[in-house]
């Protein structure tokens, strides 16, 4: 944590010569030359001042090194439920310079994206919160329904607005530049069946085949089967990515999305829990999120309160996190689950 040289990248960011910070300070340019070179330090006393100047916090001015930087930020998006306006402009700040410094920096990009969608996130979770009072205050209040509905990503019945033309169009270009590309087609396969262009989505589901060789072929074909309301032929290529490839928990994942959505809840318990049983640690914990949410809807609360404390136990046993963001939600579901479940009774 060289102060000399962030309060150097400070001053080029700023764009004013050594003389112009030595003359706020009260102090010769050569003093600041020193502290930039590591020669000396400022005094204590001039830290408040430095900040200040700077528009910075006192804390900003002992910045860790780059990638203990990088990895302290990436940590706040498993860690923070909401980052403080604060924190969010320093992390801001910092990203833009190591950008400046390395155009091609690919994890500074992405902590940027991460940062912005982690802001929008808590962004629209407080929306949520103030579009339900609304509705509980005037539930003719069509502003509220409007609001409560963006705020989480529901669907509001315009066919126009609930489309992802937009990320289809993206990934159209992109696969043209990126032929073959294994994050293109699953990104381009996903939203077309999203917005049920089943026909559309086939040639690119055609060609994951080739590229990824793994169960999503079949997996994406049961999909289209299921999406034209063909239940039994979604079952068999579901059955038979679970056959193809037995070694792959995500196929069991799979299927058991299909089963929930066709209501056939018991087996898709059955295959997230063989998808929960055949991971070694540390496990992903998709198959216990979908277990919570079928005996929530199968109203059994006790199971799903025990599968959100599977999750807390698997996060501290597996990947040793006992406290943030990542365990507090779970905790506040478990909670929410017994108020609905002292409700229930």
Same mark, same amino acid.
């Given at each position: 944590m060289d102060i000399g040289k962030r309060i150097r990248t400070l001053r080029m960011t700023k764009k004013v010569k050594q003389e112009e910070l030595a003359e706020y300070l009260g102090v010769s340019f050569q003093a600041v030359s020193k502290w930039e070179t590591g020669a000396s330090v400022p005094d204590i006393a001039l830290l408040p001042n430095i900040a200040v100047y700077f528009g910075v916090t006192i804390d900003e001015l002992f910045q860790f090194p780059d990638e203990a930087e990088l990895e302290r930020i990436e940590n706040m998006f498993w860690q923070e439920r909401r980052i403080r306006p604060e924190t969010f402009d320093h992390c801001i700040r910092f990203l833009e310079e190591v950008i400046r410094n390395d155009p091609r920096n690919t994890r500074a990009y992405s902590c940027m994206a991460y940062l912005y969608n982690h802001r929008a996130k808590s962004d629209h979770e407080a929306a949520g919160e103030y579009a339900k009072k609304v509705l509980e205050l005037d539930p003719k209040d069509k502003t509220g329904w409007v609001a409560f509905l963006e705020a989480n990503n529901g669907?509001?019945?315009?066919?126009?607005?609930?489309?992802?033309?937009? +990320?289809?169009?993206?990934?159209?270009?992109? /696969?043209?530049?990126? #032929?073959?590309?294994?994050?293109?087609?699953?990104?381009?396969?996903?939203? /077309? /069946? &999203?917005?049920?262009?089943?026909?559309? &989505?086939? #040639?690119?589901i055609e060609?994951?085949?080739? +590229? &990824?060789?793994?169960?999503?072929?079949? +997996?994406?074909?049961?999909? +289209?089967? /299921?999406g034209k309301g063909d239940a039994e032929r979604a079952v068999e290529y579901m059955n038979r990515a679970v056959e193809h490839f037995p070694k792959a928990w995500q196929a069991y994942c799979d299927r058991g999305d299909c089963f929930k959505r066709l209501g056939r809840y018991q087996e898709a318990i059955a295959d997230y829990e063989k998808c929960v049983a055949m991971q070694e640690p540390p496990r992903i914990t998709d198959g216990l999120y979908s277990l919570a949410q079928v005996h929530e809807i199968l109203g059994d609360y006790d199971a799903a309160i025990n599968d959100r404390q599977r999750i807390i136990k698997c996060l501290k046993e597996e990947y040793h996190t006992t406290s943030g963001e990542s365990v507090d939600a779970h905790k506040r579901e478990i909670e929410r689950l017994k108020k609905k479940k002292a409700g229930a009774v």
């Amino acid at each position: 944590m060289d102060i000399g040289k962030r309060i150097r990248t400070l001053r080029m960011t700023k764009k004013v010569k050594q003389e112009e910070l030595a003359e706020y300070l009260g102090v010769s340019f050569q003093a600041v030359s020193k502290w930039e070179t590591g020669a000396s330090v400022p005094d204590i006393a001039l830290l408040p001042n430095i900040a200040v100047y700077f528009g910075v916090t006192i804390d900003e001015l002992f910045q860790f090194p780059d990638e203990a930087e990088l990895e302290r930020i990436e940590n706040m998006f498993w860690q923070e439920r909401r980052i403080r306006p604060e924190t969010f402009d320093h992390c801001i700040r910092f990203l833009e310079e190591v950008i400046r410094n390395d155009p091609r920096n690919t994890r500074a990009y992405s902590c940027m994206a991460y940062l912005y969608n982690h802001r929008a996130k808590s962004d629209h979770e407080a929306a949520g919160e103030y579009a339900k009072k609304v509705l509980e205050l005037d539930p003719k209040d069509k502003t509220g329904w409007v609001a409560f509905l963006e705020a989480n990503n529901g669907v509001c019945g315009d066919e126009w607005y609930d489309n992802h033309f937009e +990320v289809i169009e993206y990934f159209e270009g992109f /696969l043209k530049k990126n #032929p073959g590309n294994y994050l293109g087609l699953y990104g381009i396969i996903e939203n /077309l /069946l &999203a917005d049920e262009r089943y026909d559309e &989505a086939v #040639p690119y589901i055609e060609q994951i085949r080739t +590229v &990824a060789k793994n169960h999503q072929y079949e +997996v994406y074909m049961g999909e +289209v089967m /299921l999406g034209k309301g063909d239940a039994e032929r979604a079952v068999e290529y579901m059955n038979r990515a679970v056959e193809h490839f037995p070694k792959a928990w995500q196929a069991y994942c799979d299927r058991g999305d299909c089963f929930k959505r066709l209501g056939r809840y018991q087996e898709a318990i059955a295959d997230y829990e063989k998808c929960v049983a055949m991971q070694e640690p540390p496990r992903i914990t998709d198959g216990l999120y979908s277990l919570a949410q079928v005996h929530e809807i199968l109203g059994d609360y006790d199971a799903a309160i025990n599968d959100r404390q599977r999750i807390i136990k698997c996060l501290k046993e597996e990947y040793h996190t006992t406290s943030g963001e990542s365990v507090d939600a779970h905790k506040r579901e478990i909670e929410r689950l017994k108020k609905k479940k002292a409700g229930a009774v």
